[in-house]
């Protein structure tokens, strides 16, 4: 079992940057592959980033490429985005997941944060 809990979601102006953290709980966080998703209004939710468990690899998503970096500290439990030249598309609700590598779905989510970029 994994607890997860984001933070350092906000208001903030086009250009401006963010760093969101998601806080694990559980013996076994550090064995899991990590990922960002998003939900913004009347949108179904997407997925933003994912880091391999040990931190050697990432993907995202094209729309954030070259302006997100996720990461992750397994020391402290912890996973990272790292948001920059954020714009107006990128207002939503952001949740961190975990998911157990014997499987494809992401079986344990946060109650996510809210990022919102105004123009």
């Known amino acids: 079992q994994v607890q997860l809990v984001e933070s350092g979601g906000g208001l903030l102006q086009a250009g401006g940057s963010l760093r969101l953290t998601c806080a694990a709980s559980?013996?076994?966080?550090?064995?899991?592959?990590m990922g960002w998703f998003r939900q913004a209004p009347g949108k179904e939710r997407e997925f933003v980033a994912a880091?391999?468990?040990?931190?050697?690899?990432?993907y995202a998503t094209n729309s954030v490429e070259g302006r997100f970096t996720i990461s992750r500290d397994n020391a402290k439990s912890t996973i990272y985005l790292q948001m920059n030249k954020l714009v107006p598309e990128d207002t939503a609700v952001y949740y961190c997941?975990?998911?157990?590598?014997?499987?494809?779905?992401?079986?344990?989510w946060g109650q996510g944060t809210q990022v919102t970029v105004s123009s």
């Open positions: 997941a975990a998911r157990n590598p014997t499987v494809t779905t992401y079986d344990y």
């Open positions: 559980g013996r076994a966080f550090s064995t899991y592959p």
């Open positions: 880091v391999s468990w040990r931190g050697s690899t990432t």
